[in-house]
């Protein structure tokens, strides 16, 4: 199914105009913590639509609120931030900056926030009250904290969330109870040898073959001393050591990042890791220093929200259209933060046209815009029956 035309006629008066945001977002990209030009953009248009407004909530993030001041209050957090990725799609209104790009569909999740804005500003009365979180700098894992930091989530009962899912189709969703993405973390490991002439290694502690052994040690140890039903991922993408050709490296600094689905096994892993890790050096005359850096915890997601929003998309969409999603995936999102005590979901938006849609991050990643539709009713009515639900349950305790 290809979701055409909205299902709710206000949709009709600003649709147009949305679009042409989104562009604009598109072709103005700003990089996590510098979304400036955004923030102010989205800042504007909610005080047009009669949000209460909060700038420079987490350094560049934006706070807004409607509905009344007492009762149940919902969240939905959208992220605003940008990639260093050179734009290739040749859209009309791609990217106007050289070297950054909107290669995750931030600027898709903006609008959706900002579409959804409308059409609960547009309604008599709300049962409970509001509250958007336009996020910075999701991208380095900072925005979160820094929003929570600042208050962003206190006093919220739930929080929803959404994502651009190039795997599905437009006019579809996916949806999954439980653990949605990957507790993650980053991983600097340096190795201290004895620097050496190139033709006499024996007389030297070649660092560049002890961090060989250090990569190839830790896969194989995940491989045989941790669980295979807890998968943990180990990746180094990023090398750096030596001088010249001819000198045995005395440093090699390797980083590179872990991916875990197990959250107790997670907090395990920084000592578990270290201590191999210098254990493997040690054994060939050299010495190591470990960093580990959390960025994201697992995102969890409430089955009772899920189950919630899950009912909302299929009278949206049709129970043909909302696919309930097996895997978890080892990607991070730092959602993850904000979960730290308030219950919430995030589902995932199809975005792919006819012809299929590029990865996330990638340059040539162009969404099907149709979706923009999808994504604000989808979180549309989740929120409205949220707010119907929980108001019964608030006057039945009163």
Request: net charge negative; aromatic share 6%.
């Given at each position: 199914m290809i979701f055409l035309k909205p299902s709710n006629s206000r949709f009709n008066d600003f649709l147009t105009e949305l679009i042409a945001l989104r562009r604009h977002l598109h072709a103005h990209p700003?990089?996590?913590?510098?979304?400036?030009?955004?923030?102010?953009?989205?800042?504007?248009?909610?005080?047009?639509?009669?949000?209460?407004?909060?700038?420079?909530?987490?350094?560049?993030?934006?706070?807004?609120?409607?509905?009344?001041?007492?009762?149940?209050?919902?969240?939905?957090?959208?992220?605003?931030?940008?990639?260093?990725?050179?734009?290739?799609?040749?859209?009309?209104?791609?990217?106007?900056?050289q070297g950054l790009m909107h290669a995750c569909g931030h600027d898709l999740h903006t609008c959706i926030g900002l579409g959804v804005a409308r059409l609960l500003a547009a309604e008599d009365k709300l049962s409970g009250s509001v509250r958007l979180l336009f996020q910075p700098a999701e991208e380095i894992a900072a925005g979160a904290r820094w929003m929570k930091s600042a208050g962003a989530t206190q006093g919220l009962d739930a929080l929803f969330g959404v994502h651009v899912f190039p795997e599905l189709p437009v006019g579809t969703i996916g949806v999954k109870s439980g653990c949605l993405t990957a507790a993650a973390g980053e991983l600097e490991i340096q190795i201290f040898g004895e620097s050496g002439h190139g033709a006499r290694p024996h007389q030297s502690v070649d660092a560049i073959w002890v961090a060989s052994k250090v990569v190839s040690g830790l896969q194989e140890s995940i491989s045989r001393r941790l669980d295979a039903l807890h998968p943990v991922v180990i990746s180094f993408g990023r090398i750096e050591g030596g001088k010249a050709f001819n000198v045995i490296a005395d440093q090699v600094r390797l980083v590179g990042t872990v991916r875990c689905l197990d959250e107790?096994?997670?907090?395990?892993?920084?000592?578990?890791?270290?201590?191999?890790?210098?254990?493997?050096?040690?054994?060939?005359?050299?010495?190591?220093?470990?960093?580990?850096?959390?960025?994201?915890?697992?995102?969890?997601?409430?089955?009772?929200?899920?189950?919630?929003?899950?009912?909302?998309?299929?009278?949206?969409?049709?129970?043909?259209?909302?696919?309930?999603?097996?895997?978890?995936?080892?990607?991070?999102?730092?959602?993850?933060?904000?979960?730290?005590?308030v219950p919430g979901t995030m589902f995932r938006l199809g975005v792919a046209g006819e012809n299929g849609c590029a990865p996330l991050h990638s340059g040539q990643f162009a969404l099907d815009e149709r979706s923009l539709v999808v994504g604000i009713e989808v979180v549309f009515e989740t929120l409205m029956e949220w707010l119907r639900v929980n108001s019964k349950v608030s006057k039945n305790e009163s």
């Open positions: 700003e990089l996590s913590g510098n979304e400036h030009q955004t923030a102010a953009l989205v800042a504007g248009e909610l005080r047009k639509y009669g949000w209460r407004v909060q700038e420079a909530v987490g350094r560049t993030g934006v706070l807004a609120e409607l509905g009344p001041e007492s009762g149940p209050r919902v969240g939905l957090r959208v992220d605003m931030d940008a990639l260093p990725v050179e734009e290739r799609t040749c859209l009309s209104y791609a990217s106007r900056q107790s096994l997670h907090e395990k892993l920084p000592t578990w890791i270290e201590e191999l890790v210098k254990s493997i050096a040690s054994s060939f005359g050299a010495k190591a220093k470990v960093n580990y850096r959390c960025i994201a915890p697992i995102v969890y997601n409430d089955p009772g929200l899920t189950e919630l929003l899950e009912r909302c998309a299929f009278s949206v969409l049709g129970s043909e259209n909302v696919y309930r999603l097996d895997k978890p995936s080892l990607g991070a999102e730092d959602f993850a933060e904000l979960l730290q005590g």
